[in-house]
């Protein structure tokens, strides 16, 4: 196996994987609007970037990144790369890598990719579901990696399949033109709606069944009584 | 005596217009919701939705648990709960929708998405070429795929027989010149101006 680099109308340069010293292959790939160049995540993990033909830098676990297969790379708009792992979201930016895993609040560590949309929200498909997470929490948590995120997580109850591991080909998501995103759960095509999310803002209806103040029962002083949730 | 809904309108009655279907069935129960759209539940056909245009009937062959419909029931948050002979079925609408076959696709494996400049989308499946545009889908196939067989109703889909487009296609690409490009495992093709070259 190797990968092509075409070379205008119907030149194309086969570059074996073993050149580039690796023994697996390549699973992921994106270009360097920035930088020129190609990305490549592997199979057996790790990160390398190619330029000219030559590997000018490689990530593996050790330096931070995600453990496990690299299922997909992606540049976002200010030229850092974030990385889904097995082991979590990988961001690369400047020479500097952190993971962004359970530990910091994601729901679990799987993730097939991650994407902007066009309100200030990263999407990430991951294998316990769909997960929003606003701009501005990843820009404190590249900040500070130690730091802990808030995610929404959309999950069954909201029609998302959740595979454990995702294949085919690519491109595994694509942000249409009105911006929505539509993504390969293995069966058909989901599509969510960044723009027009359907929460549930109606309230639970209060019911209060106990009243206790340091250790005795006031139930009996104070009737329960049930009030309506938008009183 | 067949059963039917009927409308009663500027102090006239008359039959209310179900899309494109020619079911016999006894309606039971009829419910109007949040949306204004139409649910009516029968003795014998199950449930049927009628929503902007279109009709979908919904069987204990679809997943209902019967299709007897006793009771309709909208609660406070939208969700459509029906009771029927055999159980209880709730209706909503998901945040993320998935389009199958059942929604026009030629296959049920999808293996790579693509957004065009002009606003189509392109789903590469184990059985076609789709490209989605406005709710219209257009399927490409290969010489030797056939096209599914779906009932008459399913206008919106429309199939080209031996479009050139290589089997099992893959990867999707689009280029600055607005070219599509398909690289499958028997070859690399493109479409430009509503053709398949091959490379």
């Given amino acids: 196996m190797a990968f092509f680099i075409w070379l205008g109308e119907t030149l194309s340069k086969r570059t074996p994987w073993a050149t580039l010293g690796r023994t697996d292959f390549a699973s992921s790939l994106s270009t360097d609007p920035a930088q020129g160049g190609v990305w490549l995540g592997f199979y057996q993990g790790g990160l390398a970037y190619f330029r000219d033909g030559q590997v000018r830098a490689t990530y593996k676990v050790a330096d931070g990144l995600g453990k496990g297969i690299v299922v997909d790379v992606q540049v976002d708009k200010d030229g850092a790369l974030w990385v889904a792992t097995e082991g979590g979201l990988s961001r690369v930016k400047s020479g500097r890598v952190s993971t962004l895993t359970s530990k910091n609040g994601l729901p679990c560590d799987s993730v097939h990719w991650a994407r902007e949309d066009n309100d200030q929200s990263f999407w990430l498909y991951m294998a316990c579901g769909l997960v929003r997470i606003e701009r501005t929490q990843l820009d404190a948590w590249a900040v500070d990696p130690k730091r802990s995120i808030r995610a929404t997580v959309f999950d069954s109850s909201d029609g998302v399949r959740s595979p454990a591991v995702v294949g085919g080909h690519s491109p595994r998501v694509a942000k249409t033109t009105d911006g929505k995103l539509w993504f390969l759960p293995g069966d058909g095509v989901s599509i969510i709606d960044p723009h027009h999310l359907a929460f549930n803002n109606c309230l639970p209806r209060l019911h209060v069944e106990q009243i206790s103040a340091r250790g005795p029962d006031l139930s009996g002083v104070f009737a329960p009584a049930s009030a309506p949730a938008d009183s | ?199």
């Fill in chain 2, 1 to 199: 005596m067949p059963g039917g809904i009927r409308r009663f309108l500027d102090g006239k009655t008359d039959t209310y217009p179900l899309p494109a279907t020619r079911l016999q069935f006894k309606p039971t129960r009829l419910l109007r919701d949040h949306d204004g759209s139409l649910w009516i539940g029968t003795q014998d056909r199950g449930l049927f939705h009628v929503h902007g245009g279109r009709l979908d009937v919904l069987a204990q062959s679809d997943g209902l648990s019967g299709d007897d419909i006793l009771e309709l029931f909208e609660d406070r948050e939208g969700n459509i709960w029906v009771s029927t002979n055999d159980g209880l079925d709730r209706f909503r609408d998901f945040a993320v929708p998935t389009i199958s076959v059942k929604q026009g696709l030629s296959a049920a494996f999808v293996g790579s998405v693509l957004s065009a400049k002009d606003g189509s989308v392109w789903l590469s499946t184990s059985g076609g070429l789709n490209r989605w545009k406005n709710g219209q889908i257009t399927i490409y196939h290969s010489r030797r795929e056939r096209p599914l067989t779906r009932p008459a109703e399913r206008s919106e889909v429309h199939d080209v027989t031996d479009s050139g487009v290589p089997e099992a296609g893959g990867s999707l690409f689009q280029d600055g010149r607005g070219r599509i490009w398909v690289f499958a495992y028997r070859g690399v093709t493109y479409f430009e101006n509503g053709r398949f070259t091959s490379r």
